[in-house]
């Protein structure tokens, strides 16, 4: 059984950052592409980031050069750190698992406002 939870999120000002944290269980994490997802209200989940289990990364291109995704596979655990942050980046994050299906925490709200 695999279960994700996020943490992290929070309130922050424009041009300021955050660390999101998605804490993993089960034997299939470290072996398992994982990704950042995000849903903004009215809109679909979109793809942020995502990154393999050997370590290769992708960004959407509204957050490159902004947010970096990592994993520490020891301590079963994925984090996206977000700088630069704008108004449009508030939504709902997500942390995903692709093993032979999709699993999805509970989102962990990021708003970004003055």
């Known amino acids: 059984q695999v279960q994700l939870v996020e943490s992290g999120g929070g309130l922050v000002q424009p041009g300021g950052s955050l660390r999101l944290s998605c804490a993993g269980s089960?034997?299939?994490?470290?072996?398992?592409?994982l990704g950042w997802y995000r849903q903004a209200p009215g809109k679909q989940r979109e793809l942020v980031a995502t990154?393999?289990?050997?370590?290769?990364?992708n960004y959407a291109d509204s957050v490159k050069g902004r947010f970096t995704i990592s994993r520490d596979s020891a301590k079963n655990t994925a984090y996206l750190q977000m700088t630069s942050l704008k108004p449009e980046d508030t939504a709902v994050y997500y942390c995903?698992?692709?093993?032979?299906?999709?699993?999805w925490g509970q989102g962990t709200q990021v708003t970004v406002s003055s």
């Open positions: 089960g034997i299939f994490f470290s072996i398992s592409d």
């Open positions: 995903n698992l692709k093993r032979f299906a999709d699993y």
């Open positions: 990154i393999t289990r050997g370590g290769s990364t």
